[in-house]
């Protein structure tokens, strides 16, 4: 009888191997006897010879098919598949292949049922046509096999269980690896047995026997037998004994490579912790010397609390030991509370008796060398964030965090700041800011924002707006110029809520101001509040025709007794007005006259031209340089040397000969030759933007025009008018509008769009 090669109950067919001849076996035991591991059942299995056939069919004979399959390859037969297959030599009824051994019937599909998994619920997958081919190819195929419907059941126990179908643990495949006594052994991490193995039993022949070494087992040679007593199952059971062992010779390496693992995690675990427990006791160390400090200054602030006139520099030394010594424990334990707490009761006694108006450094210079102790204007690390630096991601600005105040600020905030309210409130002026200036800026540096901030909006700032809104020029005993300018440069964004009165108070003073008021005190600051367009503007409109009347009305040339105090008013204007204007203003209403009374002394019959010389360097001399060297100005000095020349030159006929000058046509003159000369002239580099207006106001101001506004707006387009004319009152000239970048002008009853020339030419009429 032959035996299969494989485990228990296997089907599988196997390779036939060469028969030995064996003596008949001893008496076998019933296979009722046997375990059922063994294959012990009812029936006798066959089994399956080892021999191989001596002799090989090139291919089987033909397998009765079933009816159905028969009506199939008749049906089939005339198909283009079956005619290729016949010609290779296949018949219906033979299977597949040379020899015939592969299948005889075509495979056959099967649907699994709705919503069923593989092998769910013992379903097979095997269909009618791969049992027949294993029936054929002599296998046997057990009931089994066979197709198991799945029990229908109801809805609700169907779903439950489905659902508890899916925690069952997922078969896996594992991989086999088969490893050697000698890797077992290294992967433990233990040292491998010595060379002698001991005594060696060869037990693969019939009777076991004693052998020297490993090779003489190889010499001998094993071959199959058919002793019914080495029976497949044996075999196959001492696998699965050699893998259970081998799975746990596995474990116990990895156990010791775990435990190695451990034992090292352990031993830098202990290191670690050593180095901590030491890290600890330096700590308690440097904690005790802390608590010995905090200790002296406790006792030093009882002992100064019983002194009268004890002061905050006793305790620098401890405060320096204490930073010195100690900064990470000071930072870590925020021993600044300490500080505070020791000199909070001093501070409180200084501050009652401090005067902040008349002592307005008092306890700064201390607190200055206490500042790091103090953790004054201390900046804190921002927060990590993730920035993306090339945009391309929007990356959310964490959320500020309101910070508590420190120790310091505290005490700044409840003891510091009252007093400073108290005196601010009850005992300063705005009209002497100076102790109040110097206050602020002694504390400004060290004091936090939002104190600073307190003491600007609160104290000082609505007492210098209301003293801004209650200044008047016939009341105030100051400026208005002192009563803003010193604080301007701490105001910062704050500016325009001072400044914005101001400037209407300032427009109001010069629209009320007359001459005779004298000239206005501080008024040359506010230049550079105003901007130079608004400037320009409100001297033209407010100041220019008040000056230009007084030379008009008030001011006479008088050889034997001139009266210079209306030119000295004029002359206070001079780095206020912008040069032409005031060139402009000297040309029209000064030096008419001062040429006028010059010819008149010229034509004298018997004219002394030293006294002339002397008349003319005293008029020159009463101007400032800055004057002189102004265009207009110089022109005309220029004229009234040229008018003395001319009449050396005539001698006795000038009284009859000598012109009488007319400064004003010349002028005109001279502008149209230089209209004329000059085709394009290149403008200036302005800082400010450039508007037409300006651009129409520097062609006036080129062509020595005064561009005046009115006051009065255009009736339909309610433009605002002015008034270009070379009359420092204002008189005459051309009204004219700016709009869509043109000059409007009247032209009878309507206004029409004029050329820069045309309005010139016009304005000179």
């Known amino acids: 009888m032959g035996f299969t090669k494989g485990g228990i109950g296997s089907t599988s067919s196997a390779p036939s191997e060469p028969v030995i001849a064996a003596p008949a ?81 075509p495979i056959e599909s099967k649907l699994r049922p709705k919503k069923m998994g593989i092998a769910f619920k013992g379903y097979r997958e095997k269909t009618e046509q791969s049992k027949l081919e294993a029936r054929r190819r002599g296998e046997v195929v057990s009931d089994d096999e066979e197709e198991v419907r799945p029990r229908q059941s109801k809805k609700g126990d ?39 193995i001991g005594q060696i039993i060869d037990a693969t022949g019939r009777t076991p026997r004693e052998v020297a070494s490993l090779a003489d087992i190889s010499l001998s040679s094993w071959t199959p037998s058919t002793d019914p007593t080495r029976i497949p199952e044996v075999r196959h ?31 830098q675990e202990g290191i670690r912790l050593q180095k901590k427990v030491s890290d600890e006791a330096e700590l308690i160390a440097r904690l005790q010397q802390v608590k010995l400090v905090v200790d002296d200054i406790g006792a ?34 925020r021993l600044d509370e300490i500080v505070v707490a020791a000199i909070a009761p001093m501070v409180r006694r200084i501050v009652a008796q401090w005067n902040p108006l008349q002592d307005p450094p008092g306890l700064i210079t201390t607190f200055r060398t206490w500042k790091q102790a103090l953790k004054v ?37 409840n003891v510091w700041l009252p007093k400073v309210r108290t005196c601010l409130n009850n005992e300063w002026s705005p009209e002497d800011p100076t102790p109040a200036v110097k206050l602020y800026e002694a504390w400004s540096t060290f004091l936090p924002p939002f104190v600073r901030d307190n003491i600007l909006d ?66 040359g600051g506010w230049m550079e509040v105003f901007d130079k367009g608004e400037w320009d503007a409100m001297l033209l409109k407010y100041v220019v025709p008040k000056l230009g009347s007084l030379l008009r009305d008030e001011f006479r040339i008088n050889p034997r007794n001139q009266n210079m105090e209306p030119l000295k008013q004029v002359l206070a204007w001079s780095t206020l007005l912008r040069g032409s204007v005031f060139a402009q203003l000297l040309e029209t209403e000064f030096f008419p006259k001062w040429l006028d009374v010059l010819h008149i002394w010229l034509i004298q019959p018997k004219v002394s031209f030293e006294e002339v010389a002397q008349w003319y360097s005293f008029w020159k001399s009463s ?35 000598l012109k009488r000058p007319d400064l004003r046509a010349e002028q005109a003159i001279a502008n149209v030759s230089m209209k004329k000369s000059t085709a394009t002239k290149i403008a200036p580099a302005r800082i400010q933007e450039i ?31 002015f008034r270009i004319s070379s009359n420092i009152g204002g008189k005459g000239g051309l009204l004219v509008y700016v709009q869509d970048d043109a000059v409007w002008a009247p032209d009878g009853d309507e206004y029409r769009a004029i050329t820069l020339e045309d309005m010139v030419l016009r304005a000179n009429k």
């Open 25 to 105: 076996p001893t008496k076998l035991a019933s296979t009722s006897e046997l375990p059922t591991a063994f294959g012990g059942n009812s029936a006798p299995r066959a089994q399956r010879s080892f021999l191989r056939s001596g002799t090989s069919s090139t291919s089987k004979p033909s397998t009765p098919l079933p009816a159905h399959e028969q009506a199939h390859f008749n049906k089939i037969g005339s198909t283009i598949g079956a005619q290729m297959l016949a010609k290779m030599g296949w018949q219906a009824g033979t299977g597949l292949g040379a020899t015939g051994e592969g299948i005889v019937i």
């Open 158 to 196: 169907a779903k439950e269980k489905r659902s508890d179908a899916w925690k069952k643990p997922k078969k896996v495949k594992t991989k086999v690896e088969h490893k050697t006594y000698e890797q077992i052994v290294a992967e433990a991490g233990q040292e491998p047995a010595a060379s002698g």
């Open 237 to 267: 059971n001492l696998r699965l004994i050699v893998d259970a062992c081998k799975n746990d010779l596995d474990g116990l390496a990895r156990e010791a490579k775990a435990l190695e693992e451990r034992k090292r995690f352990i031993t």
């Open 300 to 333: 030093k602030a009882k002992e100064l609390a019983s002194v009268y006139e004890a002061t905050l520099d006793d305790f620098s030394p401890l405060f320096s030991t204490l930073l010195v010594q100690y900064p990470v424990e000071f930072d870590r334990y």
């Open 377 to 413: 204007n201390s900046v804190d690390k921002p927060p990590d964030t993730q920035i993306d630096i090339y945009g391309a991601r929007i990356v959310a600005t964490p959320p500020a965090i309101e910070k508590p105040m420190t120790p310091f600020e505290s005490l700044l905030w």
């Open 458 to 523: 609160q104290l000082i700032l609505p007492k210098v707006s209301k003293a801004v809104a209650d200044w008047s020029l016939k009341r105030s005993t100051v400026s208005l110029h002192a009563l803003v300018f010193p604080w301007l440069p701490y105001l910062g964004l704050r500016i325009d809520y001072v400044l914005d009165d101001a400037q209407r108070k300032v427009k109001s003073l010069l629209r009320s101001w007359v001459p005779a008021d004298g000239a206005l005190k501080d008024l």
């Open 623 to 657: 101007f400032p340089d800055s004057v002189q060297s102004m265009p207009g100005v110089a022109r005309g000095f220029t004229r009234g040397l040229q008018l003395m020349n001319t009449a050396i030159e005539l001698g006795p006929d000038a009284p009859t000969m």
């Open 691 to 721: 508007t037409f207006r300006s651009i129409v106001e520097e062609f006036a101001a080129s062509h020595n025009l005064l561009f005046i506004p009115t006051g009065r707006a255009h009736e339909k387009s309610r433009m605002p008018l």
